[in-house]
């Protein structure tokens, strides 16, 4: 357990955002809280489940946990749901409509913004979401100040009957620092309460609201003005005056430290009155935000001139680096002496990540790579995503959570020259057919598709680090729960139960014949994978395996299967009746080989085996 | 308080080789020592074999958590091409402390891209101050390679604005309780890092 699930009040503790984040919501009283593992805001809801007299909860995707949230705040009770930035879009439509009925217990969303696209498929940014939903957004710069926002959010969201918005990055999230920590306040639940006008949203209750939420805006736009989550700091250096939000704060203050500034807390709605008096102590105004130029849009929009991605880039994060130079260019002032000089960079190969030795989906993509020519393959989002990458070459899609069912059937449905012949597969995994795969299977079925859909059920959310959800048979906390069976599952949604079929990730040659046979009949079928994830608690390890030196014909076939126990020990070049053939000579690392014997397949001339028992243990350096 | 220096120390290696427990280890120790700390990891993909590297800012009040590029005071590399990746963001006069071991991704077994031929050369001809450690045979040769980090936290325990022994607990701590055993061979291996620092490598 965490240190800091026990930590005593007023103690400070070396806390991430993500954690400083999930000892505010225990701290407030929540009651409930729920959300779905994403980068980087998946550790929020793991420390949650650490605290007691909260409930935590995997959810099956972000729409069900903002709605658990909701259930919890229309019942009174304070309520959190976590997710990353992409996740809101799952979750969008019922944050559209609660955005009109308002909230009963506070509720609170923290959204973990991706800037700099360390692990996500796009770098959306979420403070649009203020704006659309016409909700109150909170920037923390560090944990210390996500620990202090998320409590102060609390307050908000029943001081104005409103979600509110905590918005972080993945510079927040991951960062640690100094927390004080308090103490949790208990709070009573009243329940819920029936008010049909309030909460049954049919047009001629909704259109009464639709004033009420215009006039909860204007009321949170006076109070930014006095809001102490926001603060000025002043400065001798009035060349330029600075807006500035979220952890850009940090970097800026170090690009300039002598520059007044406004930096918001509450972001959104904008403090118009305190950054116009701001700019008329300053010889020019500068907004440094990151990604989207929205406080710079709407300071325009209010009629005063301000800079900003002019200079600074749209994209990625804004560090000290950044700042720094395209400010300096702005006023005239020259790079400082002593500056580091770039020119030094090591050319150095890149390391991209890469499936696991004994991953379950190595034998999947050896086997799609096989039957490349033939097929269309549309992806999901996951660690077999990696199977784009070398030398699988065997995903050719990644779009959104669960998209790859649904593209696969548009793909057959247009069929187009290039494909007309092919077979059209989607690959996704366990967890993300639970969230957001299932309906696009139905949809198959329903619109009478030819897809074969591959289920890669590694009983767990993989790439998020291992968490749990209604596959698993397992919790949050790692209790039991009810385990879906994926082939009863897709059965109920209507494909045949002789084209479903359960395979052993590790059997290559019944893989191959499975994935052949089904991609042949023109309907709907679906082929589950079930060895699971070699980094969860259920994955059992086994004797490692050797290349037989004397038997290795230097093929290279092992190679193709992309194991990452598997290296090259010699190459060479063999004439063979005047042609001559490149040789790969393989080795395998014994401290990683976990004798899946995926390799042995994949060899054609017996050169792998288990390592014969009484052999002294081989080094585990490379 | 006296007058307490800053130390921007980046970590860097690959994903299972224990770099975010030694960052936290080093910033953990800062704390105990009164100073600020702020530790970043970008880990992307740690798992999954990709690179890691970890910002340890130290100083009386630390902003930014990004170390600037070229701004780290001392680079603590886990793998020897990926201290030579890092290398540009080591200040003039700064250190590099890496583990000589060579780890051959999947890109460069395959035959994609060339492992540098020798790295360690590369890296002497930065003119940064290089400290070499064979971290993986003194870990094995204790018997157990997971030893790594903490003979790379022995290796760099003379270049820090806190006391050799400070840090040596601060490991220690971790396996006390539950695994005495653990405890003393992190000891030896903690000594181990340390004495090869002290002997140039």
């Not at chain 1, 790692?478 to 059997?507: H, M, N, T």
Request: net charge negative; aromatic share 4%; proline share 6%.
């Amino acid at each position: 357990m965490n240190m800091v699930v026990k930590a005593s009040a007023r103690t400070r503790h070396l806390l991430s955002g993500d954690e400083a984040v999930a000892r505010a919501v225990w701290e407030a009283g929540t009651r409930v809280s729920a959300g779905y593992p994403g980068t980087p805001a998946t550790e929020i809801l793991e420390s949650l489940a650490q605290y007691p007299d909260i409930h935590a909860q995997w959810s099956v995707n972000e729409k069900v946990a903002f709605e658990v949230a909701l259930g919890a705040s229309m019942a009174g009770a304070r309520s959190f749901c976590a997710m990353k930035h992409v996740g809101v879009n799952v979750a969008a439509d019922p944050l559209m409509t609660v955005t009109l009925t308002g909230v009963i217990g506070g509720l609170v969303l923290a959204v973990a913004d991706d800037v700099g696209q360390s692990s996500s498929q796009n770098e959306q940014d979420s403070r649009y979401w203020g704006r659309f939903a016409h909700l109150p957004v909170l920037e923390p710069a560090d944990s210390a100040e996500a620990y202090a926002m998320t409590k102060a959010a609390f307050a908000l969201s029943e001081q104005f009957s409103t979600p509110v918005i905590v918005r972080l990055t993945t510079r927040v999230c991951h960062v640690k620092a100094l927390v004080e920590v308090g103490e949790r306040e208990e709070r009573e639940v009243p329940g819920f309460i029936i008010d049909a006008s309030r909460w049954v949203m049919v047009p001629g209750n909704a259109k009464r609201r639709v004033p009420l939420q215009l006039e909860r805006e204007k009321a949170l736009a006076a109070y930014s003005e006095t809001c102490d989550l926001t603060v000025e700091e002043d400065g001798s250096d009035r060349r330029v005056g600075f807006v500035v939000s979220g952890p850009a704060y940090l970097h800026l203050r170090e690009a300039f430290p002598d520059a007044p500034l406004i930096k918001l807390g509450l972001s959104y709605p904008l403090p118009l009155a305190r950054i116009r008096a701001l700019a008329g102590r300053v010889e020019r105004l500068a907004v440094v935000e990151e990604t989207e130029p929205l406080i710079e849009q709407e300071l325009r929009a209010a009629g005063l001139t301000v800079h900003g991605k002019d200079v600074l880039p749209r994209i990625g994060e804004l560090t000290a680096d950044i700042i720094g130079p395209a400010l300096r260019r702005l006023i005239g002032e020259p790079e400082p002496a002593g500056a580091p000089l770039p020119g030094r960079k090591a050319d150095v190969f890149p390391r991209p990540p890469t499936l696991c030795a004994a991953c379950p989906h190595l034998g999947i993509f050896h086997v799609l790579f096989a039957m490349r020519r033939r097929v269309v393959i549309m992806g999901d989002i996951g660690c077999y995503t990696l199977g784009a990458g070398h030398p699988w070459h065997a995903l050719d899609s990644c779009i959104s959570m669960g998209a790859s069912v649904g593209m696969a059937l548009g793909v057959d449905k247009a069929r187009g020259k290039s494909d007309k012949n092919k077979a059209v597969l989607a690959v996704i995994g366990d967890s993300t057919f639970l969230h957001m795969g299932m309906q696009g299977l139905l949809n198959i079925v329903y619109n009478r598709g030819n897809v074969t859909t591959l289920i890669l059920d590694n009983r767990t959310t993989g790439m998020t680090g291992g968490q749990n959800h209604p596959g698993t048979g397992h919790e949050i906390h790692g209790d039991e729960a009810p385990q879906v069976d994926f082939a009863q599952l897709c059965a109920a949604l209507g494909v045949k139960k002789e084209r479903i079929k359960v395979v052993d990730s590790y059997d290559l040659s019944l893989l191959f014949k499975t994935v052949r046979d089904e991609i042949k009949i023109p309907e709907p079928s679906v082929i589950i994978t079930n060895r699971p994830c070699t980094l969860i608690g259920e994955f059992v390890r086994r004797v490692a395996h050797e290349v037989v030196e004397d038997a290795c014909t230097g093929c290279g076939n092992c190679m193709d299967l992309g194991c990452p126990a598997i290296t090259v020990r010699k190459r060479d070049t063999q004439e063979l009746d005047g042609e001559s053939f490149d040789r790969i000579f393989t080795t395998i690392n014994a401290a990683v080989c976990t004798g899946c014997t995926m390799c042995v397949s994949a060899c054609a001339h017996d050169a792998i085996r288990a390592i014969p028992a009484g052999t002294p243990a081989a080094g585990s350096c490379c | 308080m006296a007058t307490l220096p800053s130390l921007n120390i980046l970590v860097c290696g690959i994903g299972g080789q224990g770099v975010m427990t030694a960052a936290e280890i080093l910033a953990q120790t800062a704390i105990d020592h009164g100073f600020d700390v702020k530790k970043t990891e970008i880990a992307g993909m740690a798992q999954r074999g990709g690179v890691v590297t970890s910002h340890v800012r130290i100083g009386v009040r630390v902003l930014s958590p990004v170390i600037a590029p070229g701004a780290a005071d001392l680079l603590i590399g886990f793998e020897i091409a990926e201290a030579l990746r890092w290398s540009d963001q080591v200040r003039p006069g700064g250190r590099i402390v890496v583990n000589t071991q060579r780890l051959v991704p999947p890109v460069v077994s395959g035959g994609l891209f060339n492992y540098p031929d020798d790295p360690l050369a590369q890296l002497v001809a930065t003119g940064l101050e290089v400290c070499p450690i064979d971290a993986a045979s003194l870990a094995a040769g204790l018997g157990e390679v997971r030893l790594i980090n903490t003979v790379m936290l022995g290796a760099v325990a003379d270049f820090l604005p806190f006391p050799v022994a400070a840090m040596e607990e601060k490991i220690v701590e971790r396996f006390q309780a539950r695994k005495p055993a653990l405890a003393a061979l992190n000891r030896q291996a903690f000594a181990a890092g340390k004495a090869a620092a002290g002997a140039g490598g």
